[in-house]
């Protein structure tokens, strides 16, 4: 029992250390962050991103806009964060090209109705919406995943956007 007891703290020790001299001679190093602290940062800045889960009819499509450049911004920076071989790697690029995705078409949109090709309103925010809706259920679906893998506890808030559970009850 107490060999195992050591065991753990020589392993939290390594993270506390940069570097190691002998003799005049020393070798120093960053310790690789733990995925698991890397995939609950992003969840915990994208508790905060209402474009993921507030009632879209309440959304004005500006702010969505701003709001998804940010997201991609953290995804890039988790994406930078993990190892070439983790899991949340594809998560992250999921989500972040779900986001260009919604980007490309509202960009498209906009510029077609600047133009005077699109006269109905109505149409556009449709697409929006339904652009919306396809971004929220891709970022659920991840956001299930890494939540699972990693052990991580997501915000009621964004939780919504997460699938059904098994008996069809939602989180």
Known sequence: MRAK???VQSQSLASRLAGVSILGFGASWKAPEPERVVVRDVITA??????????AVWEEPSHVVQSLFKIRDELTSGLKRVGDNSPAKDSFRIMR????????LTS??????????MRETGYQQEDFFVGLGKLRSIFGQQLA???YLY??????????????????EST
């Open 151 to 168: 052990g991580v506890d997501i915000e009621e808030s964004l939780a919504t956007i997460l699938p059904p559970d098994a008996e069809g």
């Open 46 to 55: 994208l508790e905060d991103k209402r474009a993921l889960y507030s009632q």
């Open 108 to 117: 498209a949109k906009a510029h077609e109705q600047n133009r005077g090709i």
């Open 97 to 104: 090209a779900a986001c260009r995705e919604f980007l490309t």
């Open 5 to 7: 007891r050591a065991k």
């Open 145 to 147: 995943i890494l939540g």
